[in-house]
């Protein structure tokens, strides 16, 4: 069962039980001017009530349950504590009460089992929570995210991402500049503006936030490549067929849906890889094609991140160190686990020589914001027909859709910097001013949440927008990793990834099966990722 | 966003810390078999001022009521004709409080990670729901009990005794 059902569905138990309970009320007081009618209810009770007897006078006599009334003698007796009418004490102990001199006997039924529903609510609750939180400390890929997310609609949660910035920069060494296509609706207004959070245990170091912006016409697009080009494009054609390995997946691939195509990884190698064929059919004869793609990565990545500073144990300070001043390391990181896995190849078929050439590569790391690019087909046949193979590693990938475009030319784009930023709807002054100055970072914890506002310079003109953005983040060691220490396979990881991936498969498919689908089926709803809706 | 919607559940957590209020002489509910006082009323006159405090007496046409130092800082009895009251709720034991719960659960939310988008609000409103409804669960309205059956709830349930000056109570 997914974890938002169980969630729900233990809310409503508890809901349940709570509404029984506080619906419930009590009757368990009787009040008697006779004494007969007393002894008559309370002669076939098991154990006797406490007895109250409220006098005439206005005082009142607790009587423990051994009291006895005796009908001869017309008395009540037995222990007790006589309360004057203000409730001081005035005597304890045995008592002789002439029935005469009471006004009313009061009798009280022990109210039992009060509480049983409250606390079956809140041990159902407790169980709950400190499962998910079992699951979260033992499994923090699949609840933690990584790297700041950037959001449209700032009410948005990380599963509306529109971007994520610098997903692999996990160390001052290894700063980057990201670009992120935000695939903007038509734009009437000159000001624009975007949420940052920090979502994850990390602290994240920004250096740079900026708008590239190009003026687009009626039916035009402007898409970024792998490589940081920027294309300007017209039309598009639609995936004809779409073929994987498990067999049609044209439904998936075709529509910007957010129902993506992806596969689990292979349990004895994770490096293994699989085909996906494309057909453009009449794609058209004369067209410049470059094939735009949605994609993201699995969890796969996160998770080897994880590994890898959990391998590192309570040394990581020392190995962050080194890859601070070793250039070597961070060779070594980036040609290691991340070369082999590899990025989505592409190749177009030659009909003529009947062979397959590749145009490229498309590669970009993080799970959660769908990376919207193009890359340039190398298309050497007059066919109208266009035939492309994606080449990808297994389970490592998920593509929401892929189409054909026809490419105009190569643009460059404004470069627009904020000219505002919001922390907690008030402006940040000194945010901004790091922002602007490209020596100093911004630094955002936990729960950090800044909005950028640009200035677009022309209103009622349109505009294709991207996100760029700078940094590096610093993921915080839990303390739940650090027994997880294990140099050799950190060695083998780094040194021999090849091995890795081989001997770390059937650990990853365990892993992969619970938190893959916990993590993607806690989406809460469908949202319109399309262009012309967003 | 999310603030708002921790602001206003701390805000129901405060009406709800209002209306549960519960004065000493109140007895836990084990214990409401011994106890020697009147239970606490709340009494809505005229559908504008709220008068409470402990139950004295209560007959077809008044109620009496003492407001403590821990109810008022004025000691005070009040004589309250029942057709001027609109409303009222007993409370004849102390409710069991879960109000520590909340930011209990709260904490726990932290340890969730991208889940506590879903369980901060469910555990919020949940252990809400108990503390209030513990807090709430020895009690009687207008619709559970009538005016006359209240007098089992007096500290004088046969009435106010003949001879007793009403300002001499404590």
């Known amino acids: ?534 | 966003m999310k603030t708002k919607f921790i602001v206003a559940a701390f805000a129901v957590l405060l009406s709800l810390s209002s209306c549960t209020y519960s004065p000493d002489y109140l007895p836990e509910s084990e214990e409401i078999d011994v106890n020697q006082y009147g239970s606490y009323i709340s009494l809505y006159r005229n559908e504008k001022e709220t008068i409470w405090g402990e139950l004295i007496a209560v007959d077809s046409l008044k109620f009496i009521v003492l407001s403590k130092p821990e109810d008022s800082p004025v000691r005070t009895i009040k004589i309250i004709p029942v057709k001027e009251v609109s409303k009222y709720y007993v409370k004849y034991a102390e409710g069991v409080s879960y109000g520590g719960a909340v930011p209990l659960f709260m904490l726990a939310s932290l340890t969730h990670g991208y889940y506590a988008l879903i369980s901060l609000p469910v555990n919020l409103l949940l252990t809400i729901g108990i503390a209030s409804s513990g807090d709430s669960a020895f009690t009687y309205d207008a619709d559970e009990i009538s005016v006359m059956d209240l007098k089992m709830f007096a500290r004088f349930p046969q009435g106010l005794p003949p001879g007793i000056e009403v300002n001499k109570i404590r």
């Open chain 1, 1 to 534: 069962m997914k974890t938002k059902e169980i969630i729900f569905c233990t809310a409503l138990i508890i809901i349940s039980i709570v509404a029984i309970e506080a619906c419930e009320t009590y009757y368990f007081r009787s009040n008697y001017k006779e004494a007969n009618e007393l002894l008559h209810d309370t002669k076939n009770i098991g154990a006797k009530p406490f007895l109250k007897a409220h006098f005439k006078n206005g005082d009142v006599c607790i009587l423990r349950n051994t009291w006895k009334v005796d009908t001869v003698q017309n008395t009540v007796s037995g222990t007790g504590t006589l309360y004057d009418f203000n409730r001081e004490i005035t005597f304890q102990g045995n008592v002789d009460i002439s029935i005469d001199s009471v006004a009313i006997f009061e009798t009280n039924k022990k109210i039992s089992g009060t509480e049983t529903g409250r606390l079956a609510g809140m041990y159902i609750l407790a169980g709950v929570d400190v499962a998910i939180g079992v699951y979260c400390i033992t499994n923090p890929k699949a609840c933690f995210g990584s790297c700041p997310t950037f959001y449209k609609n700032e009410n948005d949660n990380f599963h509306f991402a529109d971007a994520e910035g610098f997903s692999s920069a996990i160390s001052p060494s290894m700063e980057y500049a990201d670009i992120d296509a935000l695939n903007n609706r038509l734009l009437t207004d000159h000001e624009f503006s975007i949420t940052m959070k920090n979502e994850a245990l990390e602290t994240h170091c920004v250096r740079d936030v900026k708008l590239l912006a190009y003026p687009r016409k009626d039916g035009e697009r402007i898409y970024h490549s792998a490589g940081d080009d920027f294309y300007l494009c017209e039309n598009i054609y639609p995936v004809s067929n779409a073929t994987g390995t498990e067999g049609d997946i044209t439904d998936l691939i075709r529509n910007e849906d957010m129902l993506e195509r992806f596969s689990s990884s292979d349990e004895n190698n994770l490096s293994s890889k699989e085909e996906i064929i494309l057909n453009f059919d009449n794609a058209g004869k004369n067209i410049n094609p470059g094939l735009v793609i949605h994609f993201r990565q699995t969890l796969m990545t996160t998770y080897f991140i994880y590994s890898a500073m959990g391998y590192m144990g309570d040394e990581i300070g020392d190995f962050f160190a080194e890859i601070e001043v070793s250039k070597e390391t961070v060779n070594k990181l980036n040609g290691g686990i991340k070369k082999e896995l590899g990025g989505i190849d592409v190749y177009v078929w030659n009909e003529n020589k009947s062979k397959w050439y590749k145009s490229g590569s498309l590669f970009e790391t993080g799970p959660i914001a769908v990376n919207k690019q193009l890359l340039p087909l190398k298309n050497n046949t007059d066919s109208s027909n266009i035939r492309v193979k994606l080449v990808l590693n297994k389970g490592l990938w998920r593509i929401d859709y892929a189409a054909l475009t026809n490419i105009k030319g190569k643009v460059k784009p404004l470069e627009i910097s904020p000219n505002l930023i919001l922390n907690k709807g008030k402006a940040d002054d000194a945010a901004l001013a790091l922002i602007n100055d490209p020596g100093k970072l911004l630094i955002s914890m936990p729960g950090s949440e800044y909005k950028f506002y640009f200035n677009l310079h022309q209103q009622n003109k349109d505009y294709e927008l991207f996100l760029y953005s700078k940094g590096y983040y610093l993921e915080w060691m839990r303390e739940q990793w650090i027994k997880d220490k294990d140099l050799l396979k950190l060695n083998q990881m780094i040194e021999h990834p090849l091995n890795f991936l081989r001997s770390e498969a059937k650990d990853y498919k365990i892993y992969e099966a619970t938190m893959e689908k916990e993590f993607w089926n806690s989406k809460i709803d469908t949202k319109n990722f399309s262009y012309h809706e967003n």
